[in-house]
């Protein structure tokens, strides 16, 4: 087996504390060289299992707030695909709050199940009506009762 370089990441290593962490391994590895090269095997072995089963985490950015999160904590929420096809379950749901539907705009999809969206503010006979369409009404309105 070859080398390896090891990167501590919550410590900071000087030359010599390097250096006597190789001089200790040498020593553990003449000490023990038939039981470490079995025990070496054996780690090598499991490792390769378990990076079968768990394989590592990939950072992802949300469609909408543009913060990045691990896949696992995102959802594919419609039809989207490459940069755009992950978002936080929390931020999809302000966006239909705040759009007023579950439509995406970009793929034109229905959001999965589970989004909701809440009722247009006003409805004029069985017609959803925005604010501007009740303020021309009352416009024409008024100007045929003068």
Same mark, same amino acid.
């Given at each position: 087996m070859g080398d390896h370089f090891v990167l501590l990441v919550?410590? !900071?290593l000087t030359e010599?504390? !390097?250096e006597a962490a190789i001089e200790s391994k040498n020593r553990l590895q003449q000490a023990m060289p038939s039981a470490n090269e079995d &025990? &070496?095997?054996d780690i090598s072995s499991h490792r390769m299992d378990v990076d079968v089963e768990f394989s590592p985490r990939k950072l992802v950015e949300c469609k909408i707030c543009h913060d990045e999160d691990e896949d696992s904590n995102m959802e594919i929420p419609c039809s989207c695909c490459g940069s755009l096809k992950y978002a936080h379950r929390r931020c999809i749901q302000r966006w239909c709050n705040e759009k007023g539907d579950t439509i995406c705009e970009i793929c034109h999809q229905?959001?999965?199940p589970g989004y909701t969206a809440p009722p247009p503010l006003f409805h004029y006979g069985g017609i959803p009506m925005n604010f501007r369409y009740l303020f021309y009404f009352l416009i024409y309105f008024i100007s045929e009762i003068f």
């Open positions: 919550d410590r !900071l010599s504390t !390097l &025990m &070496m095997a229905q959001f999965k």
